[in-house]
DNA sequence: CATGAATGAGGGTTCATTCAT
DNA sequence: AATGAATGAACCCTCATTCAT
């Protein structure tokens, strides 16, 4: 898209770039963010150290940029999912499989930011926590408003929508990383139906 | 129990070792655990650095100490709310409410266990995380064990009990959360609420 | 001797003194004076570190007592050989096999003291190095005087005595360095042999 | 050799490689190994002490290095002297003369050498002693057949001829050492003397 | 006298970052 | 633009020594 009106160097640039960002997501999701190096990353690479530091200015803006595309990435996919004209109960149940498609192609990144970030770890939380915060808050709102759709169409009790939303993060959440860390025991299938029971239905008898 | 046989001398040595373990707490929560030297840890305890040692032996150590404590006393409590002989519905509000406290008296720990322990982010997971997720995979089994009893009484549908307690623990953790992050917001009386009412009736009008 | 009139206060004193240095000797040779730590020595010889301070004021005066104890006694046996009345060649011998009996029961001091003092190794030198350094110029000079009679009764041919004494020692220490690094290939009477041989006959054919 | 064909960069390291070994053994033959720390080597060295880690990966590397490069230069020039192709009479001699250089030339490395490694003063031993060991071995067992060229030839009586490179090993080194404490009293032309008076002729009177 | 908890200087080592080439 | 040698602050940890009990 862009890149088709960049010449061949800048073309290079964004390829040297990418091929950063892979090695160090790589790296960090092997290791953790502190105990990989930046000598590490550039040798992985096949770059010079110094030329790493021509890209990125420093350990922490590297991964800040590799949180941050990954973040777009992922807000991209769901709100496209949210953005599908169906009736709500379809668009959540595309939504519940667009994210576990997500989680599984991207356990290594979820890990490292949920090692990394979430914690009062460091100062890198000031910056880009806010950021992907941001993005996500957006998107928990536009979850938010499909479900309102949901309500007004009587679809759904009368709740607060945005409570809905927190609580269907939360089951597939927890669903989702039951899934990731024991595939053969709590399948896909499985626990894709039962996110969807269990936030539709609850579990009362009647 | 144990402490009132306790000789002066090892009284005092384990007031000091909880000096350290809090001092630590709060420092690692504060910046992270790879942002907080061993030094620091000492000075601000007011220890020399060699007394930081002769209580543990190193850094990881350290770190393992002050998990596995709270961890522990966070297994108690659950554990101890979920024995009591009540019929299923007040177990399950007691919990919620357990929990709820739990959350808001160590913040700083959960925090720093998930940014810390859940990642890939270094080996302390091998040795401490197993620890800790046996704890809570028992833990996680006895919830399970009560909701069946409430499948049993026919209080709730016939679902697996297991995943009527990932389930739950999903949705707590992720009201919870909102709750500590923005508590004028969401207050915790509404949390509470909507937990038990999403678990209880799930979503759907009817 | 000296013990008969102390009372039993002081006799045990020096009973823990000497196990101090016994168990000091051994972690020395064992892993090398600087690879050895006081709580090592007094864990070992199982008296508190308080108490190793009571009895020697630092590391290096616990290192000094150990090296002159061993020295004293090498002095006194070797001195006692020299000094008896025999012709000077059975003297000789009777030197070499004295040696050659304090290298096998000491090796592990006499590695010691080569590895830790002989170098420029540290300040010990200074002082103990030189005491020890006395002792042993006092015994050439004695070895000295021995093989001089040797000369005046034209056992040996004319030669500076002192100059013989220093071949001698390179000699015997030669051949049992070589018999203690492997004692089956190298054995005791062999090297014996071939050091009478050697320092009387020379390696020339006629 | 090799040299000439190296880019400036790469003599540059070379170079600096070079004055930190030399100041390295500068140290550590004044103080001793574990007297010397890698922060004084590299300010003495006038380099940062990431540098020195550069070169070396570790202090006991540092050491290694500095032996096994002294060894090798002794080897070679003790094993040149042995191979030329004249008189045994002459090639001991010249074997006597080339050492007492090589100990004048090396008296700091030779102290440490037998401080630091030979003892059982540290693991160290474990891989370079045994290295030198190799090239000493090989070196005794040249001189070995330097001297059994001699028996052949009936300059030197039958004996076995390692015995008579052990032997002459010991009478070197006595007299060097003897030499090297105290030039002035034991200079060297009357240490050489008696060294191969003492070896072809022994003490006997006939 | 014996004890052992406490001390803190100092050691080895790593690694983010700079800058001359 | 790319390189990689050089830098040095900062880290984790050890251990000789002291001193209140």
Chains 1, 2, 3, 4 share one sequence.
């Not at 550039?42 to 790493?52: D, M, S, Y």
């Not at 759709?149 to 607060?160: H, L």
């Not at 894709?192 to 579990?203: A, E, N, S, Y």
């Amino acid at each position: 898209m862009q890149e088709e009106k960049l010449s061949r160097r800048e073309r290079e640039k964004l390829r040297h770039r990418r091929q950063m960002l892979i090695t160090a997501l790589e790296l960090f999701s092997e290791k953790g963010y502190h105990n990989v190096s930046m000598h590490e990353i550039a040798k992985r690479a096949e770059f010079a150290i110094g030329t790493l530091y021509k890209f990125f200015k420093n350990k922490e803006d590297l991964y800040k940029a590799l949180m941050m595309e990954k973040a777009e990435e992922h807000h991209r996919v769901l709100m496209g999912v949210l953005s599908e004209e169906n009736d709500v109960l379809t668009v959540i149940e595309d939504y519940i499989a667009a994210k576990a498609r997500l989680f599984a192609d991207n356990l290594a990144t979820l890990r490292l930011y949920f090692a990394e970030t979430r914690g009062a770890s460091f100062n890198i939380k000031a910056g880009l926590d806010q950021d992907i915060r941001k993005l996500y808050d957006k998107f928990i709102l536009r979850l938010a408003s499909v479900l309102e759709t949901g309500v007004r169409r009587k679809v759904f009790r009368k709740m607060d929508p945005y409570y809905m939303a927190v609580g269907l993060e939360g089951l597939t959440n927890a669903f989702l990383f039951c899934w990731l860390e024991d595939p053969e025991q709590h399948p896909y299938g499985a626990n894709v139906l039962v996110i969807r029971d269990m936030f539709l239905k609850g579990v009362l008898a009647k």
